[in-house]
Nanobody
Framework: VQLVESGGGLVQAGGSLRLSCTAS????????IGWFRQAPGKEREEISC????????YYGDSVKGRFTMSGDITKNTVYLQMHSLKPEDTGVYYC???????????????WGQGTPVTVSS
């Protein structure tokens, strides 16, 4: 089972970026995929999750209305479209499998190596 993120980079505040997550080694099921990010010196932050419990898509409060997750089953790939980026969105972004929202928290199974995103002011 392997998840590979890509698409990160440097972008100016207010800009957009699309991250990709390609799964291999298992049949892709977008209902179990989510994203989180990790910034230096900060705790992991929940970004999005298509919960395996109810199939709904959830977003973290800090990205609601700006980030959208979608999937292409034919490519075994999930995307995270990010708009109106802010410097505080800077971090390493990870996609994770086996995602579930329980009690308002996003629980993740395994994840990839991450792709770095830097938003300059």
């Amino acid at each position: 089972v392997q998840l590979v993120e890509s698409g990160g980079g440097l972008v100016q505040a207010g800009g957009s970026l699309r991250l990709s997550c390609t799964a291999s080694g298992f049949t892709f099921d977008k209902y179990t995929i989510g994203w989180f990010r990790q910034a230096p010196g900060k705790e992991r932050e929940e970004i999005s999750c298509v919960s395996k419990i109810d199939g709904r898509t959830y977003y973290g409060d800090s990205v609601k209305g700006r980030f959208t997750m979608s999937g292409d089953i034919t490519k075994n790939t999930v995307y995270l479209q990010m708009h109106s980026l802010k410097p505080e969105d800077t971090g390493v972004y990870y996609c994770a499998s086996d995602c579930a929202v329980v009690g308002g928290r996003f629980d993740f199974g395994s994840w990839g190596q991450g792709t770095p995103v830097t938003v300059s002011s």
